[in-house]
């Protein structure tokens, strides 16, 4: 299978190789059409708090869909390819498509299956997309991958 190469992308002590079968009825799918044609009525009113893909600037979510799980918004994991990742929870990332099949195989929030989010534009790895059963999910993303689109105005200014 060719997602064994991204081993390092799981946010699990598993290989990512060992990923199950999508359970019948798998809804995600068009969960995530419907963020994507909700958010595109929110993304022409970009703002100064929209958060950008670090790689190609591409929008990708909001600090106003920021969420608290587990009584806390950013979170520090450490896979066990020694990898940390600081993430930061949002109920919405439209800017992000998943490009693998959810797994139960789960150990950084309990009871939520996972998939690979990555941005839509560019690709990029940008965190996973978490769900609980068919009735909840958020975005677990990578802090360190985002950008504020304020800070791209600031850095457009000071570059000499
Ligand atoms: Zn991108």
Do not use: Y
């Not at 963020?35 to 595109?40: D, M, P, S």
């Amino acid at each position: 299978m060719k997602a064994c190469s991204s081993h390092a992308l799981a946010p699990t002590g598993r290989p990512l190789c060992k990923m199950r079968r999508i359970s019948p009825g798998g809804a995600a799918d068009n969960d995530d059409q419907a963020a994507v044609i909700a958010a595109g009525d929110e993304s022409r009113n970009i703002g100064k708090h929209h958060l950008l893909c670090r790689r190609c600037r591409f929008p990708v979510t909001n600090e106003s869909w920021a969420i608290q799980i587990n009584q806390a918004h950013q979170h520090t994991f450490a896979n066990p390819h020694g990898i940390v990742f600081d993430i930061r929870c949002f109920s919405l990332a439209p800017g992000c498509g998943s490009v693998s099949r959810p797994s139960l195989e789960f150990s950084w929030f309990s009871g939520f299956s996972w998939q690979i989010s990555a941005c839509r534009r560019c690709q990029m790895h940008l965190g996973w997309r978490f769900a609980q059963a068919e009735s909840f999910h958020f975005f677990g993303l990578i802090a360190d991958h985002l950008i504020s689109s304020s800070k791209t105005h600031e850095s457009t200014r000071q570059t000499p």
